[in-house]
Every structure is written in C-alpha cells, then in structure tokens.
C-alpha cells in the first residue's frame, strides 16, 4: 500500500527568486497538508549525507556546492499516495522536459537547480523527513 507522507525541499535557487509563497500555494492548491516546514541551510556535511546515493555521480560536488549555497524550506507532507503524486507535481528532473504546469517546468532554472526535491519512495520520505525533523516538530 501506498504510504501517505512524502518530504519536499524548496531548494536555493527558488528561495533566491521569491518563489516560496507560490510553490507553497500550489502544493497546497494540490491536496497536500503540511505537517512540518521549516526555514534552514544545508551544510556540506548534510548535503553529502543527504545525497549519499549520489556521491558517485559527476556531478555531486556542483549538487553539494548548490543545495548549501543559501536557505532552503524543508517540510513533510501528508496525501494519500503521496510519493508519487508529489512527484507528479513537481515533474521531471531536468526542467525542459517538464510536462507543463509542473512546479519545476514553472520555478526550476536547469537539471541542477531544479528548484524543488520530492522523494522517490515510501521508505526514502521517511529517512529524508527525519534527517530534517525531530518528531516534535511533526504535527
Ligand atoms: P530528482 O531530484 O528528480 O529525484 P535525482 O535524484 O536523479 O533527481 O538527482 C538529484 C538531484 O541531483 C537533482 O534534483 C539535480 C541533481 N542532478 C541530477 N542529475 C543531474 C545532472 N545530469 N546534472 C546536474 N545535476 C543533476
Ligand atoms: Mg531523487
């Protein structure tokens, strides 16, 4: 069965733009209700760990570099079949093959600064949100 939480950052790029309130609006224009958020920055430490599957990937020095470059909002969401749809939401990785409507089609920049993070499985949202929060901050 489909879990019912997924974990979302809104990355440097779409903070540094002025871009929380309308991402926040569509996420919740979608169905999604926000158990945890939160104002914060990465540190290098933390987006190693964070993006540890792809360390070994050519570009995770500029990734890691990126996501501690500034603040991001980070937050856990709640929907039914939640990873999937967040996913849907957001669209593909890469923004010019975005379907259109997409938050990353409308906010992302380039495949790097892509402007959002949704997880990619029941089990990765609930490693991910609490990397990011204590229980006490899950409402
Ligand atoms: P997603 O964020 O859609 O789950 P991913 O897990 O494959 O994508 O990659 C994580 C992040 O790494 C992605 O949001 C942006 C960056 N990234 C992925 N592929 C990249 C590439 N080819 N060049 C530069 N950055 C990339
Ligand atoms: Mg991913």
């Not at 979302?8 to 224009?29: C, F, R, S, W, Y």
């Not at 991001?72 to 939401?89: G, M, P, S």
């Not at 992302?108 to 029941?122: K, L, M, R």
Request: no cysteine; charged share 25%.
């Amino acid at each position: 069965m489909a879990g019912n939480r997924t974990f979302t950052m809104i990355k440097p790029d779409a903070v540094k733009n002025g871009h929380i309130g309308a991402i926040l609006e569509q996420i919740n224009a979608s169905g999604f209700r926000i158990v945890a958020m939160k104002l914060t920055q990465m540190t290098k430490r933390d987006a190693e760990t964070f993006y540890g599957v792809h360390s070994e990937r050519p570009f995770f020095g500029e990734l890691v570099e990126f996501m501690t470059s500034g603040p991001i909002v980070a937050a856990i969401l709640e929907k039914d079949n939640a990873v999937e749809d967040f996913r849907t939401l957001i669209g593909a990785t890469n923004p010019a093959e975005a379907a259109e409507g997409t938050i990353r089609k409308k906010y992302a920049t380039s495949i790097g600064e892509n402007a959002v993070h949704g997880s990619d499985s029941d089990e990765n949202a609930k490693i991910e949100g609490d990397f990011h929060f204590a229980g006490r901050e899950m409402f």
